[in-house]
């Protein structure tokens, strides 16, 4: 399973950058564990069902009401970069 | 010595006026300038606000404040980097967050506070909750008060290092695969990982959302049982919080434990399971035993699959959780000449390398084509541990095994090796893959060097009573939890 595991692919898609020394240390680690977590390939799961959650809740619910909530100033408190009462960011659209 | 105190003897102290709120927590910061140099357990604290916080409750009592109502009037309580304390650093122990101010008061931050605490100080832990040794904190390795050449665990290590080097009266921490139960142990304190749902999260920087849970590191197991009794209940923030009434867990600290049954599970006392550690459990078992406990043999075959199911589910949750992260609405910002170059820029210098490692891993197992292989099939296992505890919990109250394979190891010996430092957590992991509640307490000591042992005891879901109990008991019966750590003055 974890022949064709591509450190650079899946960084990418993490949204990660590496450096190449990273890409290669990380690449020989995560071999090792994915190698390891193989190990579930031994049992036979075929009539198990999954568990996402160990209690979980159904259709939890709260009356629609209109209760306080962060106030705009305490959003923006911690932004990188902010202005005219909102986040900036790089432009996306062409 | 105010601060060597549990939260028992500072309530009674307080509540009889012979301590000031302030006293106490002016004895914790003494404490702090004294040892913390050595022990590493703070990444910082906030001395003016815990001192504003303690004279208000001593106004507060002044005018007729009371313990009845407010259980921890004048005690003060420290906090892992991963809650969030309105006004105060927020950083996961991560260059990422660095600058973060926390906007909102967790849940349990609410709690406390509510009951009287003074709520102080940014504890240590590996980045993002993600290790069993502080080493991955992008500042500093926090040291075992026993032996500084060593490691306090993880990944709440500076919440157990603040308790047994006596700077606090008592922590919270969180516990995702043993980030509670692991440190207390290697230090010699008490921690309990409540029931999943038990206590919110709302508040706490979440790692993997359906195993994270928030709880207690004490002195002893009666503050074990006050502390939760506060931070527990329903909450409306979190939606995974579980609609249950808090029992009085100081109420089930009866001592008497004649006719519980206490399951050993033949699958932990396995290979690679120090011999000290074996005979302090052995010990404990006979103990428990000569107290009137019956010990009843229990089977959880699937133990030998619950590493590798938790590093593909928490991974999986954290590769999903961590997004958030991206330098828009906070943390730090690199820039790129592009959006996915901003968001890859700011995580590739953001994040240190076991988050990096962690994040690449779950997200390679919710990948397309390998969903199947890795993260459908780790929830199917899952479901096998969990009904591996079910059938156990029909025969027995609870469970008890060693909290970790060793006691604590030294600074480096396992930083190099992810998988050995993974399989360090192996006792411990179930726990929270099945939802149950969980305990460590000390057993007993190593020889030479002299290292706390933890005991562990698996608690069926809202079993915390049973399990406090059972703790209490046996603590006061066996008094380990008086050995003091060299720092403890």
Known sequence: MSADFNVHYVANLARIALTPEEEAKLGTQLGGVLQYIEKLGELDVKAVEPTAHSFPLVNVLRADEVRPSLPHEDALRNAPSKGGGLFLVPKIVE | ?489
């Open chain 2, 1 to 489: 010595m105010l601060n060597r105190l549990t939260i028992s003897e500072v309530t009674a102290k307080v509540s009889r006026r012979e301590a000031s709120a302030r006293e106490v927590t002016q004895a914790c910061l003494d404490q702090i300038q004294r040892v913390d140099g050595q022990v590493k357990a703070f990444l910082s604290y906030d001395s003016a606000d815990a001192l504003a916080q303690a004279a208000a409750i001593d106004a507060a009592i002044a005018n007729g404040a009371n313990h009845t109502d407010k259980p921890l009037l004048g005690v003060p309580i420290a906090m892992k980097d991963v809650l969030s304390v309105k006004g105060q650093p927020l950083g996961c122990a991560s260059k990422i967050l660095e600058g973060f101010t926390s906007v909102y008061d967790a849940t349990v931050v609410e709690k406390l506070k509510a009951a009287g605490a003074i709520v102080f100080g940014r504890l240590n832990m590996d980045e993002f909750a993600m290790g069993s040794s502080t080493e991955n904190s992008a500042y500093f390795t926090t040291r075992n008060p026993w032996d500084t050449s060593r490691i306090p665990g993880g990944s709440s290590g500076g919440s157990a290092a603040s308790v047994s080097a006596d700077e606090c009266i008592a922590s919270l921490g969180s516990d995702t695969g043993g980030s509670i139960r692991q440190p207390a142990a290697l230090c010699g304190c008490v921690g309990l990982k409540p029931t999943y749902g038990r206590v919110s999260r709302y508040g706490l920087v979440a790692f993997a959302s359906s195993l994270d849970q928030i709880g207690p590191f004490t002195k002893d197991v009666r503050d074990a049982a006050t502390l939760l009794e506060v931070i527990s209940g329903h909450d409306l923030r979190d939606s995974t919080s579980i609609p249950q009434p808090v029992p009085h867990y100081r109420g089930a600290l009866t001592g008497n434990i004649k006719g519980l049954k206490i399951g050993l599970a033949k699958e932990y006392m396995v290979g690679g399971l120090d011999p000290e550690v074996k005979a302090s459990v052995d010990a404990a078992v006979k103990q428990l035993e000569s107290m009137g406990a019956e010990i009843v043999e229990v089977s959880l075959p699937h133990t030998e699959y619950a590493v590798a199911t938790y590093y593909i589910v928490a991974t999986a949750e954290a590769s999903a959780n961590l997004a958030r992260f991206d330098g828009i609405r906070y943390s730090k910002r690199v820039d790129g000449g592009n959006p996915a170059e901003l968001y890859k820029n700011t995580r590739g210098a953001g994040f240190g390398p076991e988050v990096k490692r962690r994040i690449i891993l779950g997200t390679y197992v919710l990948s397309s084509g390998y969903y199947d292989a890795f993260y459908l099939r780790a929830q199917k296992v899952r479901t096998l541990i969990r009904q591996d505890f079910d059938k156990a919990f029909e025969k027995v109250d609870v469970i008890v095994t060693p909290t970790t394979p060793t006691a604590a190891f030294r600074a480096g010996e396992k930083s190099a090796d992810p998988l050995q430092m993974y399989l360090s957590d192996i006792f411990t992991i179930s726990c929270n893959l099945a939802g149950n509640c969980g305990l460590s307490l000390p057993c007993g000591f190593t020889k030479e060097p002299k290292l706390p042992i933890g005991l562990q005891m698996l608690g069926k879901p809202f079993g915390e009573e049973t399990l406090l109990r059972i703790a209490h008991a046996y603590e006061q019966a066996t008094g380990w939890h008086q050995e003091k750590s060299p720092f403890s003055k």
